[in-house]
């Protein structure tokens, strides 16, 4: 005799149920989920190659090889004679622009104009005479009492004379105008190229002194005294200790668990129980091997995703190369936003 359904349906919810309860206290008793997540890698710190913009020769370097500096503190110095002379050439270009600017602008003197004055009625004099000379020697000339070759000249002197008066009454009129708008314009723009070839040497003879981008560790002192700097030689390398940032990696099965702005901690070896306070600030997108420099209980074959942790290194404890372990919490950890001062407070 076959069970009843209505038998062997409460059998069955219960056998779900147990079967749940079983799986959830498998999970959670025996294997509960763990409070943070492990994470290995080593510490990277950035770099600066520090490069003079213009070539010349290096006249002092102020720091050895780890040396703290602070950042705007002058490290090196190229001879700036050379730059200092083009800053007085170009002052002077652009002081000569200036003065010829504002001649234009005030226009012609009183006295220029008179003497344009002055031009003129001599001409309208000189044409006047001319006049009368040319009509006594036409006059003598009709009646053969000169030859015809005194009435020519005077006619040619009358025409010059002419010529003479516009002349003057055009240069009188430009006089009392004043100087072209377009001229003006021109000068202007002059001025203005001559400041900027000014402002670009002033510039240059700034960037004879390499100045600390950051605060940092002159980490190699690549070139010396007397040595020809130029942009594509660097002079110091700078290390940039704060903040630092962790290269760990995340296994594909975790990756789920961490996303950029979680608080994490940074442990050391170096450093018993101290803990460096970070957070996480790149998660790369593309899947990777294991590096075998990195120390970790999984496989080395298994594919990883490279994270940066960022940490605040005030003391310079954490160096370059330094194996880590990075603690992410599970719990309470969502991600912020960090912002660029955190480790400058």
Known sequence: MKPSPRKILPLLVVVVL??????WWWRHVQHPAPAALMLYGNIDIRTVDMAFN????????????GSTVRKGQVLAQIDPLRFQDAVDQAAGVLAAAQQQLAALVAGNRPQQIAEARATA??????LRNAQITYDRQR????AHLLPQQSADNALQALKNARAG?????????????????EDIAAARAQVKADAAALALARRQLHDTTLRAPADGVIQTRILEVGDMAGPATPALTLALNNPVWARAYVPET???????????????????????KGWIGFVSPTAEFTPKSVQT?????????RVRVYACNPQGRLRLGMPVTVQVPLHDNAPRAIPAHVCQD
């Open 18 to 23: 147990l079967a749940g309860a079983t799986a």
């Open 54 to 65: 213009d070539a010349g020769r290096i006249q002092r370097i102020g720091f050895e090889e």
């Open 121 to 126: 009625a001599s001409a309208t004099a000189t």
């Open 139 to 142: 006059t003598l000339a009709a």
């Open 165 to 181: 008066l516009d002349s003057a009454q055009q240069a009188l009129s430009l006089a009392v105008q004043g100087p072209r708008q």
């Open 254 to 276: 975790e990756l789920g668990r961490i996303v950029p702005g979680m608080r994490a901690d940074i442990l050391s070896d170096s450093f018993p129980g101290q803990r460096f």
């Open 297 to 305: 209980t999984d496989l080395r074959t298994e594919l990883v995703y």
